[in-house]
């Protein structure tokens, strides 16, 4: 199984109301698409290594981790066969997000409006959106 991780960023970890969507620009099956910023868990590196890292290089930022969004399986969220996303709520403590790799576009969309489940996200992270919006609404 490939564990992969990914960042929900939120404007506050204690008061989540805003999340940071990253549009794809590769693979051509997932180009235009919007989904949690992060990537693959590299050999002899954990989990929350990996995100710290990821969240680095794609976007420019330090991040502190908060809660793990838990998902269906032990392994976290399942993507295409063989792989699975482990995701946790993420909010930047140093720089701001830029679009440095794998994205062309950042966009902070409210979790409570709309707009959130209006954007084509890839199919894999659109429950994991609904999840994120449930555990707010729960409060």
Known sequence: MKQI????LVDSLARPTRL?????TAPPAFAGMWEFPGG??????????????ELSEELGVTVRL????????????????GA???????Q???????????????????????EVLELPWIPADLPIV???RT?????
Do not use: Y
């Open 20 to 24: 940071l969507a990253a549009r794809r």
């Open 66 to 81: 908060g809660a793990e969004l838990d998902g269906p399986t032990p392994e976290g969220w399942p993507l295409a066969a």
């Open 92 to 114: 930047v403590t140093d720089g701001s997000p830029e679009p440095l790799e794998d994205h062309d576009v950042l966009r902070w969309v409210d979790l409570d409006g709309a």
């Open 5 to 8: 991780v990914g960042g929900a």
């Open 40 to 53: 693959k868990v590299e050999p002899g590196e954990g989990p929350t290594e990996a995100l710290h890292r």
């Open 135 to 139: 555990l707010k609404a729960r409060g």
């Open 84 to 90: 699975a996303m482990r995701v946790w709520l993420v």
């Open 130 to 132: 609904q999840a994120l």
